[in-house]
């Protein structure tokens, strides 16, 4: 939505969190092919709930509009996402909002109740939502998916990869068995799981292609063109026949345990929190964004010409 005035753009918050636009995802429709883009571009796309509520709304638009056959789900700037926002002025994980599942609100609850009631929603819950929508998703990805930006790929149902992609969820370092929305064993195989957690390396696209977790890289100045040409093919197959083989292959994985799995590594990421915050006083282990980007810079790099500087910014268990 348009705001009517630039004054709306900035919106001081109670919890003195400050938006830097009024569109944290931007909303399009041709040919049959909804695109949500993620639009916190200064901030690497940063996901703060402002975004992830605004993202919500917009998958609930595609689902509702018979227009749409398809979605696909992209990132404005340098960036797809550099996870959860930890460190930008637009952080407002104290903020109450018209929530999307059953839980109650988690602001001003007390211990580890405050983000086991926030994650669930805004994590575990909303990706769980996204994930079983019941039309095809794509998503179109460049530069980082990094922790939670993980989480916003991993829900689609494909992933079209530009060359210069690289993914990684480095949060191990914060003590913490990786992120709320724990598909990294269902993504890759248990043993690259295992090294891409352990060791919190960037995982280039071409060898997420060779794990099977996207399904196309291709140069980046191809990769829109790849993106709509494999949701036009898709958009062409019956509504419902599309629906009910995203729900078999879906359902496929849960018989699968992938359900069940996610729910166990919740609750041992959030006795990761609390042990964090326990032992140092900070949920995230005392890493903040500048901690996190700072810590992966002299890491191993695979050496696929990305921005060293950025990727981690912002990034949150
Ligand atoms: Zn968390």
């Not at 709304?57 to 056959?69: G, L, T, Y």
């Not at 930006?149 to 913490?176: K, N, Q, T």
């Not at 790849?226 to 026949?241: E, H």
Request: glycine share 8%; charged share 25%.
């Amino acid at each position: 939505m348009k705001p009517d005035n630039a004054s709306e753009q900035l919106v001081r918050r109670e919890d003195h969190s400050v938006y830097e636009t009024a569109e944290p995802v931007l909303y399009s429709v041709k040919d049959g092919v909804a695109t949500l883009t993620i639009n916190r571009p200064e901030f690497h796309n940063a996901q703060n709930s402002q975004m992830t509520y605004a993202l919500d709304a917009a998958f609930r638009r595609a689902v509702d509009d018979d227009q749409v056959k398809v979605i696909v789900l992209c990132g404005a700037g340098k960036h797809f996402s550099a996870g959860h926002d930890i460190g930008t002025p637009g952080r407002d994980i104290n903020q109450s909002f018209a929530r999307t599942s059953m839980w109650y609100d988690h602001v001003n609850k007390p211990g580890g109740e405050f983000l086991y009631a926030r994650e669930q929603e805004v994590y575990l819950g909303m990706c769980r939502r996204w994930r079983d929508l019941p039309k095809p998703t794509i998503a179109m990805v460049h530069g980082a998916c990094v922790a939670g930006g993980l989480m916003l790929a991993w829900v689609c149902d494909l992933i079209v990869a530009s060359d210069d992609a690289f993914f990684a969820d480095p949060v191990v370092r914060m003590g913490i068995p990786g992120v709320e929305y724990f598909a990294h064993p269902y993504e890759l195989n248990p043993r690259i799981a295992k090294e891409f957690l352990f060791l919190g390396d960037r995982m280039p696209a071409a060898r997420a292609y060779e794990m099977g977790m996207v399904n196309r890289v291709v140069p980046r100045a191809a990769l829109e063109q790849t993106t709509y040409d494999i949701a036009q093919r898709i958009g062409k197959m019956p509504r419902m026949g599309l629906a009910l083989t995203k729900q078999a292959i879906n359902h496929v994985e849960e018989l699968q345990g992938k359900r069940a799995a996610m729910d166990a590594a919740f609750g041992w990421h959030h006795f990761a929190h609390v042990h964090n915050e326990l032992i140092s006083g900070d949920k995230l282990g005392g890493y903040d964004a500048k901690a996190m980007a700072s810590s992966q810079r002299p890491a191993a790099d695979p050496g696929n010409g990305a921005d060293n500087k950025t990727e981690s910014d912002n990034l949150e268990s």
